[in-house]
């Protein structure tokens, strides 16, 4: 599940864009007043302006075993939230090593490093190595509703979890981060979660899905 475009809500907009464009140092191809768009490695993430937007969960993965020299570059732009006293969060059952930080929205965002992926072509880290992104967060009340509209749409599966409190959809490429919002927060700070509205854009298996999450509901949608 190769997650190609994101339609995000912004609640602070220009700080959102200073953010994207000065402090993490990302391409910004589009922006007018109400939007901008952002590149990410093989991503594009579009943030519109709306005054009632509510924070996201957003992962984007970086190249294998780097998250020591990331965490070191992304230290000198932003604070890194942490997991009691932890910075780098290791997912042995994932082969994957995290660290999390807040942007202008204060969407959690976070940095994966997966052991079977993106090889390092470098042994430095900028912004010119995010690769693309690998998770957004789907808050609901009902998960296994929304696993089976995935399932008979997209033919995505269960990666992990359950359908009580959180489930991971998708693959190791790409995943859709599903939590009961009633009975769960995000992790690593328990920050609230809201079923904030989505667009997303993603291929797999050889096809190409458009869908719309709103008011607790996915939908399909035509290009």
Request: proline residues 3%; charged residues 30%; glycine residues 4%.
């Amino acid at each position: 599940m190769k997650i190609e475009r994101l339609e995000l809500q912004s609640k602070h907009l220009t700080e959102q864009l200073k953010f994207y464009r000065d402090v993490l140092e990302l391409e910004i191809p589009v922006y007018d007043e109400t939007s901008f768009e952002v590149k990410v490695g093989y991503t594009s993430i579009k943030f519109t302006e709306d005054n009632n937007a509510t924070p996201y969960h957003i992962a984007f993965h970086i190249p294998d075993k780097q998250e020591e020299i990331a965490l070191t570059w992304t230290k000198g732009k932003v604070p890194i939230l942490r997991n009691n006293s932890d910075e780098i969060i290791d997912f042995s059952n994932w082969s994957a090593k995290s660290f999390y930080f807040y942007d202008a929205d204060k969407n959690i965002v976070e940095f994966i490093a997966r052991r079977n992926l993106f090889k390092p072509e470098s042994s430095l880290f900028s912004e010119e190595n995010i690769i693309g992104v690998a998770e957004i967060g789907l808050a609901t009340e009902n998960i296994e509703e929304k696993f089976l509209f995935l399932q008979k749409n997209c033919e995505l599966e269960v990666y992990d979890g359950n359908f009580e409190k959180f489930s991971a959809i998708g693959d190791d490429e790409g995943l859709l981060i599903t939590i009961n919002k009633e009975l769960k927060d995000w992790f690593p700070t328990e920050d609230k979660a809201f079923a904030s509205p989505f667009k997303i854009k993603f291929s797999h298996r050889g096809k190409q899905y458009y869908l719309k999450f709103e008011n607790d509901k996915l939908t399909t949608y035509s290009a």
